[in-house]
């Protein structure tokens, strides 16, 4: 008699979402669930408020919006769609974010939810490296810290090329340490470690060059296999990163330069002078031609950016973005390789300390004694090791916790880390001043637990444990939750509340966040920072509007336009002079402009784009190559942003570049290509930006020579079309 089943089968779909959710048949029930709910819960913090921050960078906004509108602008990463110059990085981490905003348009969604994802992603694979050898604990506690670094934050919710970098790095990492687990199939996870690195260089250049000492040489040690095998696989490594990185460089050096955007950040049109030099050596030694307030003095010095210095991680400036668990990695780092000091040369578990503390120290000490141009935000490329060490030293004292030197070296990092969280909470002494003495007390009652109680009860160890690890969090999550709550805006950004960075440059007065640019104001400058929660880039909402035709809070410098009463002239005119007939509306001619005084307002962050000036440049713009043309390539890009026409940034970034040419730039406006000349709001508009007497310069004076003077709403504008 035969029998028939009445069950059934499952569903192939059902079968995928219970291995998804349950995780390896080897792991325990609480496993996969956790490590969904770490990437849950980083998501919809990295989500939260993410509009706030507008356009973020409009320098790299505005390289997304061309290369969502030209396939050439988004190959070469030129900041307008009629490619007249690049952003001074490769376009890697533009490619992302144009995509996106090539398919959904734009918007400050559309732009900076790739970056969540890269974030996400990181805090993915940092778990997967991790857990691999040191348990799925070591690897959420790893991931959880990664998440609630302050600096990874911000950047995961911006717009700078870093949060690429952080995302390649850490899977550069995460492939090497699968090499080195066995002799089979360890060239495969070497090749795209070297894949990794090429497209972090073409991300942000040398910087992801930094930890392949450390990585390249802790495989040729501690890698099973003969040397010469190690050698070799090292070898074919370095050909799959220089694949992956050459052909675009070959591309471009090769591409007649015609008929290509200048390369922006250069000074003779050349990728490999602008790898070498301004985003090369210049930023170890200061000497950066064409920078703003870069060049070394020695003596401790970084220039405009900082003392340098082993203290340079800890400072008021940086240290509130990544060194709250700094002490803690370096802790864990020597415990570590004490515990596995005698292990075989292939040990796997003394390999992942040297490679994750390989890439912190040397990433350190770049950071630490770097002369050129350096900004808090750098520090999210620590953010990983930081996090890996901490996760995978927990793991290995927590094993050895019985023995006496362990769980004394376990309440000592305990206490140093709650000591630290101390003394950094304690750098804004207004914002929450209960949490530090909160931090201080639990992270003293954990350490004293874990020296006594924790090694004679497992699960009272595990209770302090815990509770040392929410002291050592405790701040980093404060200022992480003070970030996300936040809008950032500028070239310039920190994390955390106000008064917890001074925006980068020496001798600046404090800058709340970012909120002031603080750095900036001691030389008189305005713009760049961290805006209001909820406002949009520069007083715009997403879509380019400009609400009240005013300038960002506080900002009433050159360019900006300030908050005027109904029907009143822009401030510092005088009396205009009349409409120009058949203009858009608040297009006037003549009266005395408002910015050719320049100031950093169209520098560092965007100016204001009052609705006139947008209808102006969006009136006959199909008519034209470049709708308009401004010194910097932040004002230029403001403008282009409102508009979604071509702005062409004279001089790039700085305005310092020399691009275009003065004889090229009448080339072009006597071909009709132009239509007009934004003098205000720009880095510098009167003096030729950063570049003094240079071609931004020359430009500026022949135009204002040359053509009819406009005002245009709060801006003052050239009509190239019309000369006197």
Known sequence: MTTVSTTAPAAPGAGRLTRLWRGRAEDAPWVRPAFLGLLTVTTALYLWNLSASGYANSFYSAAVQ?????????????LDAANAITVDKPPAALWPMALSVRLFGLGSWQILVPEVLMGVATVAVLYAAVRRRFGAGAGLVAGGVLALTPVAALMFRFNNPDALLALLMTVAVYCVLRA??????????????????GFAFLAKTLQAFLILPPLALVYGVCAPG???????????????MLVSAGWWVALVELWPASSRPYVGGSQNNSFLELTFGYNGLGRINGNEVGSVGGGGRGGGQGGGWGETGIGRMFGDSVGGQISWLLPAALIMLVAGLVVTWRAPRTDTARSAFLVWGGSLLITLAVFSFMAGIFHEYYTVALAPYVAALVGMGAAVLWEERNRLVASA?????VAVTAWWAWSLLGRTPEWMPWLRWAVLAAGAVAALGLLGAGRVDRRLGLGFAGLGLAAGLAGPCAYTLATVDSGHQGSIVTAGPAGAGFGGMRGGPGGGGGRDGGMWMAYGFPGAGQAPSGQAPNGQTPNGQTPNDQAPAGQTGPGQGAQLPPGAPPQGQGQAQGQMPGAPPGVERGGMGRGMGGGMGGLLNGASVSAAAKAALQEDAEDYTWAGAA?????????QLATEKPVMAIGGFNGSDPSPTLDAFKRYVAEGRIHYFIASGGGGGGAGGMGGNGTSAQITAWVQETFEQLTVGSSTFYDLTSPK
């Open 180 to 197: 080195l687990e066995r002799d089979g199939g360890a060239a495969r996870w070497l090749v795209w470690a070297g894949v990794a690195f």
């Open 226 to 240: 003969t040397i010469r095998r190690r050698i070799g696989r090292l070898a074919l490594a370095g050909l799959a």
């Open 66 to 78: 061309a290369g969502s509108e030209s396939w050439k602008a988004f190959f070469f990463g030129s």
């Open 409 to 413: 070296t376990l309440a000592v990092t």
């Open 631 to 639: 010194i910097g390539a932040q004002n230029a890009a403001s403008y």
